[in-house]
């Protein structure tokens, strides 16, 4: 087996840091034969059979080409919680995963009807609905592939999400009343677009990425107006957000009337969460 994992380091290696070759053989080692790395180095296994020989070219076919390993594998690890991805939804980031712990560190033990608005791969409604108890989770997409893949992520984790296709840029009736809001919008201004990595701008969804130049805040503004209207007194709204606009959005929050709005950082120091609490 230590043959193999050279194999897949020296196949790996031009394209990606030695570290991230390493872990990515042990990833892909679990995925082609079933066991965990350490059933494969107590010798449970010695040798891969034709079909998972197979198996590990595609893998590796694609990993060279660039594509993320987590669409190669249809799943990530998203706060303990194993989710489907592919290319209809963004990769759920560890920030995110921050900001789903401070909604559940705020929420504490109060029951709360709960919307995420963008909800993708549903990583965020589907860890809510099953950390917070007594919760009521909503979520909205513009994307029908996307939200097809947030209810299969439902069923495999034993979450009861409502899922609705909406745009959320249109005219839509407002009447449920949350107790708490939460979106991770587009905010990557086109202009940002050149430099990013091209494992993101080649296969992640762009509707999920990107906002006009002329208008960052184009979601983030839209959100903020109808938590206005759909929070109850005290309701809650978070954000994640750019690292270079906290303050905007804080003061965008502010002139809308939400109160008590606190900016937090990520565990890379950088701008990265807002609440806010809307006062009626």
């Known amino acids: 087996m230590q ?75 998203f706060y303990g919680l194993e989710f489907l991805v592919g290319e209809e939804v963004l990769i759920p980031r560890p920030e995110t995963e921050e900001l789903v712990e401070w909604i559940i560190t705020d929420n504490g033990d109060m029951p709360s009807a709960i919307l995420d608005i963008g909800t993708g791969s549903g990583c965020i409604a589907v860890t809510l609905a099953l950390k917070i108890a007594q919760a009521r989770v909503d979520a909205l997409d513009i994307s029908a ?51 990013m990595d091209r494992t993101v701008t080649a296969y992640e969804p762009g509707e999920a990425l990107f906002v006009p130049d002329s208008n960052p805040l184009l979601f983030y503004e839209r959100i903020a107006t109808l938590a206005g209207e759909m929070l109850r007194e005290r309701g809650r709204l978070f954000f994640e957000i750019h690292r270079s606009r906290g303050e905007e959005v804080c003061a965008m929050l502010r002139g809308k009337g939400f109160r008590e709005v606190e900016l937090r950082k990520d565990l890379s120091g950088n701008d990265r969460m807002v609440r806010a609490v809307i006062m009626k």
């Open 3 to 77: 043959q193999i994992l050279r194999y897949i380091r020296q196949e790996l290696g031009e394209h990606y840091p030695l570290s991230e070759a390493n872990m990515l053989a042990h990833i892909i080692l679990e995925e082609v034969t079933g066991f965990t790395f350490a059933g494969i180095t107590s010798g449970k296994i010695s040798n891969l059979s034709d079909s998972q020989d197979r198996k590990l070219q595609q893998i590796l076919t694609r990993l060279k080409k660039g594509e993320p390993y987590h669409y190669v594998l249809g799943k990530t690890i």
């Open 145 to 195: 592939a996307a939200l097809q893949l947030a209810e299969a992520n439902a069923r495999k984790n034993r979450a009861v999400v409502q899922f609705t296709q909406q745009d959320i840029l249109k005219p839509f009736p407002v009447k449920a009343q949350y107790d708490v809001i939460v979106s991770n919008p587009p905010y990557i201004t086109e202009s940002e677009r050149e430099r």
